[in-house]
C-alpha cells in the first residue's frame, strides 16, 4: 500500500484515525497470510477438513491432541516448541515432524497407533516420572517409523517405550533414538531396532 493510499483511507481526515484503520487492515491481512499458510496457533482446534491430505503446521506453544481418521494426515511444527499436551491417536496414514509430545500423568500413552503407517521423525516424547504407560502404543496391524526421536520420562516399568504387543517386530522400526527413560526402548520380538542410544 503507498502512502498516499494510506492516507486516503477512512472517513477520519485525523492522523491517528488513519493509522488506526491501517493497523486493522495490517492485522487483518496477517491473519488471512497465516489461515492461507495453514498454520494452527496454540489454542486452534485440529480438525481434518478434507477427506484426505490434510497438513498442520503448529506454531510454537501448546496444542491439543485429537483422533485422526483421514488418509495422509501431516502434522509439523513450524518451529521448536510446538507440544502437543493431550493424547493423540491416529487412525490411519499419517507423517509426524519435530513436534514434542508431552502429557500429565495418567493420561495413557502420548501417542496410540490404531490403523495405517506412521512416520515420526525428530520427535521427542516426554512423560511425567511416576508415569508407567508407554510413549507410543502401536497396536496390531498397523505399522510405525519413528527416526530421531527423543524419549525421555516416565516411571520405571516393564511396558517398552515404544509398546508393540502384538504384531511382527517388521512392522515396527525404530531407529537413530535417543531413549532418555531407563526403561527398555522397545521388545526386540515386537519392535525392530537400529542405532539407538
Known amino acids: 500500500m503507498k ?9 477520519e481526515r485525523s492522523y491517528d484515525g488513519r493509522m488506526g484503520y491501517f493497523n486493522t487492515l495490517v492485522r487483518r491481512r496477517i491473519f488471512e497470510v497465516v489461515e492461507s499458510l495453514g498454520i494452527s496457533m496454540p489454542g486452534d482446534p485440529v480438525v481434518e477438513t478434507l477427506k484426505q491430505k490434510n497438513l498442520f503446521l503448529f506454531a510454537p506453544g501448546r496444542h491439543g491432541g485429537n483422533i485422526f481418521k483421514k488418509p495422509d494426515t501431516e ?9 502437543v499436551t493431550m493424547p493423540l491417536t ?3 496414514d499419517a507423517v509426524i515432524d519435530g513436534i ?4 500429565a500423568t495418567g493420561t ?5 497407533i490404531s490403523g495405517g ?3 515420526f521423525r525428530g520427535c521427542t516424547f516426554e512423560k511425567p516420572a511416576d508415569d508407567t504407560s508407554a510413549h507410543v502404543s502401536i497396536s496390531s496391524g498397523p505399522k510405525a517409523i519413528l527416526v530421531g526421536c527423543v524419549f525421555r520420562g516416565s516411571g520405571t516399568t516393564a511396558t517398552p517405550v515404544v509398546d508393540h504387543p502384538a504384531g511382527a517386530a517388521t512392522d515396527v522400526q525404530v531407529a537413530f533414538c535417543y531413549n532418555k527413560t531407563g526403561n527398555t526402548l522397545g521388545l526386540a520380538a515386537d519392535v525392530t531396532l537400529t542405532g539407538n542410544v
Open 3 to 11: 502512502l498516499s493510499e494510506m492516507l486516503s483511507i477512512g472517513s
Open 75 to 83: 502434522l509439523h511444527a513450524l518451529a521448536p516448541g510446538a507440544v
Open 90 to 92: 491416529l487412525e490411519d
Open 100 to 103: 514434542v509430545f508431552s502429557a
Open 108 to 112: 495413557g500413552p502420548l501417542v496410540t
Open 117 to 119: 503407517t506412521a512416520v
